[in-house]
């Protein structure tokens, strides 16, 4: 019986939920992808209705940058620097981190490309993390 007991704790420990650290990771991934694969939908679904950037651009204008880069470069690349991922309890994180853009004509070398340092908060909304404000900063 005991063992059965030791079974049973290791399985429940097995289908324990992903910590909150490990999905927001997930969705910055997430978010890496959809930008290079020019889902500015699925971009968007990772966006707080409430988000806040540089100079008070909001959701809306944030969707129409967004969308006129990915109609400007026919190929967008966005290597992201290891986060540093600051959790405020369960629900809310700070997330920073360096990211190389690049953009062009989907030809071998990019036409453009800009470092950026990023400073985010994010926050789980109806399970989601999501992004609700977010400064960024040309690093040259």
């Not at 969707?63 to 966005?78: P, V, Y």
Request: aromatic share 8%; charged share 25%.
């Amino acid at each position: 019986m005991p063992w059965a007991l030791a079974c049973l704790c290791l399985l429940l420990g097995a289908c324990r939920a992903e910590a909150p650290e490990q999905r927001l990771r997930t969705q910055l991934t997430r978010l890496q992808n959809a930008v290079e694969s020019h889902d500015a939908a699925n971009v968007l679904k990772i966006v707080a209705d409430d988000f806040i950037g540089n100079d008070g651009m909001d959701r809306i204008r944030l969707r129409q940058m967004i969308t006129a880069q990915m109609r400007l470069n026919q190929s967008i690349g966005a290597t992201m620097g290891p986060p540093r991922i600051t959790m405020a309890g369960e629900d809310m994180a700070v997330v920073e981190f360096t990211v190389m853009l690049t953009g062009g004509s989907g030809r071998f070398l990019p036409d453009q490309a800009q470092a950026y340092t990023v400073r985010s908060g994010w926050r789980i909304e109806n399970g989601d993390w999501k992004v609700y404000r977010a400064r960024w900063e040309a690093k040259f």
